[in-house]
């Protein structure tokens, strides 16, 4: 009746514990909101009051590369909607990185300028 609620299940905390986010959690759920994977490295990503594992966090937050799939903790290229490491922004066709903001877009990819003219040609 006077325990402390869990932060997960909302259910009484009567032994063992963790406390993060300013509240107390059964260990089992203290998970990620998303996947339900445990923080085995004891680090965690709070959004919304809700505890998320670094891949579900930056998917939530859309600051996911849209060519590797991996989060975006540094620099960033945001084109055609999508975010991309300034790595992973390359040409579709010869995979030359695509600098300076220069490309052409062509079926929702991505194209350096000699190869876009190599393949549509006026």
């Known amino acids: ?13 009567l032994e063992n514990y963790l406390s993060a986010m300013d509240t107390v ?11 339900f994977s445990s923080f ?11 505890p998320f594992c670094e891949l579900h966090y930056h998917h939530r937050r859309g600051t996911l590369c849209h060519g590797c799939g991996q ?9 055609m909607g999508y975010k991309f490491h300034p790595e992973h922004f390359v040409c579709a ?4 990185q695509l600098s300076k903001g220069i490309f052409r877009e062509q079926n929702d990819k991505t194209y350096c300028q000699p190869c876009f003219n190599k393949l549509f040609p006026l």
């Open 1 to 13: 009746m006077f325990s402390p609620k869990c932060g997960g299940c909302n259910r009484p905390v």
């Open 25 to 35: 959690w059964h260990p089992e759920c203290f998970v990620c909101g998303d996947c």
């Open 40 to 50: 085995s490295t004891g680090s965690f990503f709070e959004l919304d009051g809700r």
């Open 71 to 79: 989060p975006i903790t540094g620099r960033c290229i945001s084109a």
């Open 93 to 96: 066709f010869c995979l030359t």
